[in-house]
Antibody
Framework: QVQLQESGPGLVKPSETLSLTCTVS????????WSWVRQPPGKGLEWIAY???????NYNPSLKSRVTISVDTSKSHLSFWLSSVTAADTAVYYC?????????????????????WGRGTTVTVSS | QSALTQPASVSGSPGQSITISCTGT?????????VSWYQQHPGKAPKLMMY???YRPSGISNRFSGSKSDNTASLTISGLQTEDEADYYC???????????FGGGTKLTVL
């Protein structure tokens, strides 16, 4: 049974860079796409980005200029960076697994649903 | 404001059926069958309840069903149970630059 576990600093100062890790256990990191989603306190879900280890990442345009994600297959973990954070970036950050498929014409592609989620890690931006 | 529109709240009594709607446009829900639904209990991570409009993941009760008509997707829960009380979010692929959208969420109260 695959499990995802996010980890991070908990508290970040404004204007600094937030760095998170998602450790994947019980499954192969290279057989799926992976996504990051966040949820501000009392608000809804916001998709941030997704990535496949063998391809480029796809980012939400509203965050693209500040976000970078990557996959490390050797360590079986995902990495997330968000620069120039403000109070508006205070949220629970989730990593999630995205099933993929192979098309002989187009290669690897992802489905648009997230079937396994981590428990999330709370990030507060405050001085 | 979310790109996909859901009612803020719905309610029902145990044993009843309810439907949660999720309205988008022809560039997302109406144009593709990539609608999914997530259940979220307070303080917990979202849980996939439905994908590709009407497919249930393994382990999800058949009391949950999904459908789509034009630009609106729906999640129906029949035989309401107290444990169904949670927030529900719809999601869809979109052909716009923001190609993965969520709805604003619907709070289901089981009276």
């Amino acid at each position: 049974q695959v499990q995802l576990q996010e980890s991070g600093p908990g508290l970040v100062k404004p204007s600094e860079t937030l760095s998170l890790t998602c450790t994947v256990s019980g499954g192969s990191i290279s057989d799926y796409y992976w996504s990051w989603v966040r949820q501000p306190p009392g608000k809804g879900l916001e998709w941030i980005a997704y990535i496949y280890y063998g391809g480029t990442a796809n980012y939400n345009p509203s965050l693209k200029s500040r976000v970078t994600i990557s996959v490390d297959t050797s360590k079986s973990h995902l990495s997330f960076w968000l620069s120039s954070v403000t109070a508006a970036d205070t949220a629970v950050y989730y990593c999630a697994r995205v099933p993929m498929y192979y098309d002989i014409l187009t290669g690897y592609s992802n489905y648009y649903y997230m079937d396994v989620w981590g428990r999330g890690t709370t990030v507060t931006v405050s001085s | 404001q979310s790109a996909l529109t859901q009612p803020a709240s719905v309610s029902g009594s145990p044993g009843q059926s309810i439907t949660i709607s999720c309205t988008g446009t022809s560039s997302d829900i109406g144009g593709y069958n990539s609608v999914s639904w997530y259940q979220q209990h307070p303080g917990k991570a979202p849980k996939l309840m439905m994908y590709d409009v009407h497919y249930r993941p393994s382990g999800i009760s058949n009391r949950f069903s999904g459908s789509k008509s034009d630009n609106t997707a729906s999640l129906t829960i029949s035989g309401l149970q107290t444990e169904d009380e949670a927030d529900y979010y719809c999601s869809s692929f979109a052909s716009s630059s923001t190609n993965w959208l969520f709805g604003g969420g619907t709070k289901l109260t089981v009276l």
